[in-house]
Nanobody
Framework: QVKLVESGGGSVQAGGSLRLSCSVS????????MGWFRQAAGTARVGVAG???????YYTESFKDRFTISHDDAENTLYLQMNNLKPEDTAMYYC????????????????????WGHGAQVTVSS
């Protein structure tokens, strides 16, 4: 079983930066594809960025310029660096792990992810 715990959320002013962390149990990053998703109040959960089992990255187009996904293998931690934050980025951010993902063909699909963290709230003020 994969356990995921997000941290690093909080409040920031527009234009600021924040880095979210996701502690991943064992070596799950090497046997699962990883992803970051977010869900704003009253909206559907959407994909932000993905990391495949070989370390390749994928970004939903609207986030590619400002957000960066990375992984520290020694610390078993997944990161999401968020820059130039905007009020519309306010949401609950979730770390997730799943089986084989085909990002290039199907994008960042919720159906590919079976394990989820509890989420980290990010609030961006104007």
């Amino acid at each position: 079983q994969v356990k995921l715990v997000e941290s690093g959320g909080g409040s920031v002013q527009a234009g600021g930066s924040l880095r979210l962390s996701c502690s991943v149990s064992g070596n799950a990053v090497h046997t699962h594809c990883m992803g970051w998703f977010r869900q704003a109040a009253g909206t559907a959960r959407v994909g932000v960025a993905g990391l495949d089992r070989d370390g390749g990255t994928y970004y939903t187009e609207s986030f590619k310029d400002r957000f960066t996904i990375s992984h520290d293998d020694a610390e078993n931690t997944l990161y999401l660096q968020m820059n130039n934050l905007k009020p519309e980025d306010t949401a609950m951010y979730y770390c997730a792990a799943g089986g084989t993902c085909y990002f290039d063909d199907y994008g960042l699909s919720l159906d590919d992810f079976e394990h989820w963290g509890h989420g980290a709230q990010v609030t961006v003020s104007s």
